[in-house]
């Protein structure tokens, strides 16, 4: 959505505008474009400030363990900051919320950026966990070439997954920082395990316009 420039809309819009977000924050959910039930959340910049209102799809719980769907639904209702991203994969049609920070109250909610790597729109590996058996559950069917996208309040960024590898749990070679923009998304494996998973799922993906190192 456009800024207004120079008074354009006028005091009668913005008022408009005022209401229709009141109205959004004060009923949660609506209806997403393609007919979907939405959440509206506003993604924010935790290192400006900066805000701006976005539409996330509700989850398919087809897929989730009880548990993790009890958990989720009882996370809706906490008081948590805003998220400050908004990943999707169209393909496995994953679209969640990303906080700052991993810790389990936060993979409840949605997914969440590992601390000490990469900011959002920055460059270097930027990190994002989520539950195996929720959020992350459809990474299973990932592939090569498949499309990331990346909304933060700064625009959109697109990478494309160059390699998928299954590392020991401790391994966190994965985790380091790199020159290079990149986006790496973890969760545990195998995902039908059956307590704590031994090992990780690892998904590298490079910016679209970059190409796959050699070798």
């Given at each position: 959505?456009?800024?207004?420039?120079?008074?354009?809309?006028?005091?009668?819009?913005?008022?408009?505008?005022?209401?229709?977000?009141?109205?959004?924050?004060?009923?949660?959910?609506?209806?997403?474009?393609?007919?979907?039930?939405?959440?509206?959340?506003?993604?924010?910049?935790?290192?400006?400030?900066?805000?701006?209102?976005?539409?996330?799809?509700?989850?398919?719980?087809?897929?989730?363990?009880?548990?993790?769907?009890?958990?989720?639904?009882?996370?809706?209702?906490?008081?948590?900051?805003?998220?400050?991203?908004?990943?999707?994969?169209?393909?496995?049609?994953?679209?969640?919320?990303?906080?700052?920070?991993?810790?389990?109250?936060?993979?409840?909610?949605?997914?969440?950026?590992?601390?000490?790597?990469?900011?959002?729109?920055?460059?270097?590996?930027?990190?994002?966990?989520?539950?195996?058996?929720?959020?992350?559950?459809?990474?299973?069917?990932?592939?090569?070439?498949?499309?990331?996208?990346?909304?933060?309040?700064?625009?959109?960024?697109?990478?494309?997954?160059?390699?998928?590898?299954?590392?020991?749990?401790?391994?966190?070679?994965?985790?380091?920082?790199?020159?290079d923009k990149r986006l790496t998304l973890v969760t545990c494996y195998p995902f039908y395990h059956v307590?704590?998973?031994?090992?990780?799922?690892?998904?590298?993906?490079?910016?679209?316009?970059?190409?796959?190192?050699?070798?």
């Amino acid at each position: 959505m456009g800024r207004a420039k120079n008074g354009v809309f006028g005091w009668r819009n913005h008022s408009m505008f005022g209401l229709v977000v009141a109205g959004l924050l004060l009923s949660s959910t609506a209806v997403a474009r393609d007919g979907t039930d939405a959440e509206y959340l506003w993604i924010q910049d935790p290192w400006t400030g900066e805000s701006v209102l976005t539409a996330v799809r509700a989850p398919d719980y087809s897929l989730w363990d009880p548990t993790q769907i009890s958990d989720y639904q009882a996370a809706r209702n906490a008081d948590y900051p805003p998220p400050l991203a908004i990943l999707t994969i169209d393909a496995l049609d994953i679209q969640v919320p990303v906080w700052n920070g991993a810790e389990e109250h936060v993979l409840d909610r949605g997914a969440g950026r590992i601390k000490g790597m990469a900011k959002p729109g920055e460059e270097g590996n930027f990190g994002i966990s989520a539950h195996r058996d929720s959020f992350f559950r459809a990474l299973k069917d990932i592939e090569q070439g498949t499309e990331i996208v990346v909304q933060t309040t700064h625009g959109v960024d697109r990478y494309a997954v160059s390699e998928i590898e299954i590392v020991p749990k401790h391994d966190s070679s994965v985790l380091e920082l790199t020159d290079d923009k990149r986006l790496t998304l973890v969760t545990c494996y195998p995902f039908y395990h059956v307590g704590h998973a031994p090992e990780r799922y690892i998904i590298t993906a490079l910016p679209l316009l970059a190409k796959a190192p050699d070798g």
